[in-house]
């Protein structure tokens, strides 16, 4: 489902978005938060029993139901890029506690976290300005 954001929603006069693997969740500035959370409460919805999750500090939290595995992905678009990420990175997952929650929290600004960069090679072309992303698995690199 694609969110009809409002435009300019991470245009770097309001902020932009920044990747940072020192942020554990991602933050969405709250301009589009709203938008992003309500659509993962309209896909879950009669999905999962929704519980709270205030103690993770995360708004969507959802009993963990065996065998259920069509949790939703995310996507973010960039100019010229679609980074797509893995359902299994937009959750956390507390098996012990049978509890899934999405791993988005509200902020000033928008900013991509390292669970939501796990698995992925970030490019940066300087000399082209240019951010290009591909699937990786990180056990594999050598360096």
Same mark, same amino acid.
């Given at each position: 489902?694609?969110?009809? *954001? +409002?435009?300019g929603?991470?245009s *770097?006069k309001?902020?932009? /978005? ?5 942020? +554990? ?13 309500r ?8 999905r ?9 500090? *995360?708004?969507? /939290?959802?009993r963990y ?13 960039f100019?010229?890029?679609? *980074?797509?990420?893995? +359902?299994t990175?937009?959750h ?12 988005v ?29 591909a699937?990786?698995? /990180? ?5």
């Amino acid at each position: 489902m694609l969110l009809k *954001l +409002p435009k300019g929603s991470f245009s *770097l006069k309001n902020g932009g /978005c920044v990747i940072d693997m020192g942020v +554990p969740y991602t933050v969405i500035a709250r301009k589009a938060y709203r938008k992003v959370i309500r659509a993962f409460a309209d896909y879950y919805t009669g999905r999962l029993e929704r519980i709270d999750g205030s103690d993770y500090g *995360l708004e969507l /939290c959802y009993r963990y139901k065996e065998g259920f595995r069509m949790y939703a992905a995310m996507s973010f678009h960039f100019q010229g890029a679609d *980074l797509v990420v893995n +359902p299994t990175h937009v959750h956390v997952f507390n098996l012990q506690a049978a509890r899934v929650c999405v791993a988005v929290v509200a902020g000033d600004q928008t900013v991509l976290g390292a669970l939501q960069q796990w698995g992925t090679r970030f490019v940066y072309d300087l000399k082209s300005n240019v951010l290009r992303f591909a699937h990786e698995n /990180c056990k594999d690199d050598e360096g």
